[in-house]
C-alpha cells in the first residue's frame, strides 16, 4: 500500500533518515528520485524464492532487535557488521482482500500470506524501547511532525505504536487462520 508513500518518504529524508526498502516499493522511491537501499544491497544477499525471503536475514532483524544499552549486543552487532534499524514501516500484503475475490485460488491465497513483513513487525515491537514500528499509513503525517519537532519519538508513543503493531499483526493472523479453517472444512489440501 503506497498511499501517502510519496510525501512520508520524502519527509523521511529531509529528516536524514536512511531509507532501506523491498522491491517495488524500492524501485517506486527511486522513481521519486529518494536515495534507498534494496534490501539485498543491505543484506547482501538475494531475494530468494519468488520474493518469499528478503527481510528474514540478521542484518535486518539483528538490526531490529539488539538493545543499544546493552553493551554485548552492540559488541556483537559490531562484530557482525549490523547496523540499528530505529524506523520500521511495514503495510502487509493484502491477503483479506485477496482472499475476497471469488476466483481465488488456493494457491494465490498462500502467497498472500506475508511471513517477513510480520517477523519484521514483531520483532520491532517487542523492541518498542529503541524501535518504532508503522503498520497504519494514517499515522505517516503525525510520524514526520514528531520527528519534525522531536527529532525522536518518546518511550510511551513507542509503546503506542507497538500496542497498534501487534493488535495489526493479531488481526491478520486470525483472517488467515480463518480462512485455513473455511479451506480444511472444504477439503482444499488434497
Same mark, same amino acid.
Not at 537501499?37 to 531490529?64: M, Q
Given at each position: 500500500?503506497?498511499?501517502?508513500?510519496?510525501?512520508?518518504?520524502?519527509?523521511?529524508?529531509?529528516?536524514?533518515?536512511?531509507?532501506?526498502?523491498?522491491?517495488?516499493?524500492?524501485?517506486?522511491?527511486?522513481?521519486?528520485?529518494?536515495?534507498?537501499?534494496?534490501?539485498?544491497?543491505?543484506?547482501?544477499?538475494?531475494?530468494?524464492?519468488?520474493?518469499?525471503?528478503?527481510?528474514?536475514?540478521?542484518?535486518?532483524?539483528?538490526?531490529?532487535?539488539?538493545?543499544?544499552?546493552?553493551?554485548?549486543?552492540?559488541?556483537? /552487532?559490531? $562484530? +557482525?557488521?549490523?547496523?540499528?534499524?530505529?524506523?520500521? !514501516?511495514?503495510?502487509?500484503?493484502?491477503?483479506? *482482500?485477496? &482472499? =475476497?475475490?471469488?476466483?481465488?485460488?488456493?494457491?494465490? /491465497?498462500? $502467497? +498472500?500470506?506475508?511471513?517477513?513483513?510480520?517477523?519484521? !513487525?514483531?520483532?520491532?515491537?517487542?523492541?518498542? *524501547?529503541? &524501535? =518504532?514500528?508503522?503498520?497504519?499509513?494514517?499515522?505517516?503525517?503525525?510520524?514526520?511532525?514528531?520527528?519534525?519537532?522531536?527529532?525522536?519519538?518518546?518511550?510511551?508513543?513507542?509503546?503506542?505504536?507497538?500496542?497498534?503493531?501487534?493488535?495489526?499483526?493479531?488481526?491478520?493472523?486470525?483472517?488467515?487462520?480463518?480462512?485455513?479453517?473455511?479451506?480444511?472444512?472444504?477439503?482444499?489440501?488434497?
Amino acid at each position: 500500500d503506497k498511499t501517502g508513500l510519496d510525501k512520508f518518504a520524502k519527509g523521511l529524508v529531509a529528516q536524514n533518515v536512511q531509507l532501506i526498502s523491498t522491491g517495488g516499493t524500492c524501485k517506486y522511491l527511486q522513481e521519486l528520485g529518494l536515495p534507498v537501499t534494496e534490501i539485498s544491497d543491505y543484506t547482501g544477499a538475494p531475494e530468494l524464492f519468488d520474493g518469499r525471503v528478503k527481510t528474514l536475514h540478521p542484518k535486518v532483524h539483528g538490526g531490529l532487535l539488539a538493545r543499544r544499552d546493552d553493551e554485548k549486543h552492540m559488541a556483537e /552487532a559490531a $562484530e +557482525h557488521g549490523i547496523g540499528m534499524i530505529d524506523l520500521v !514501516v511495514v503495510n502487509l500484503y493484502e491477503f483479506e *482482500k485477496t &482472499v =475476497a475475490k471469488p476466483d481465488v485460488t488456493f494457491a494465490d /491465497a498462500i $502467497e +498472500h500470506i506475508d511471513i517477513g513483513g510480520p517477523c519484521m !513487525v514483531r520483532a520491532s515491537a517487542k523492541n518498542n *524501547k529503541h &524501535v =518504532a514500528i508503522v503498520t497504519n499509513p494514517a499515522k505517516y503525517g503525525e510520524i514526520i511532525s514528531i520527528l519534525q519537532k522531536d527529532g525522536e519519538f518518546s518511550d510511551q508513543y513507542r509503546l503506542e505504536l507497538a500496542q497498534e503493531a501487534f493488535h495489526h499483526t493479531a488481526v491478520y493472523d486470525t483472517a488467515i487462520a480463518a480462512y485455513l479453517a473455511e479451506q480444511v472444512q472444504k477439503g482444499a489440501a488434497k
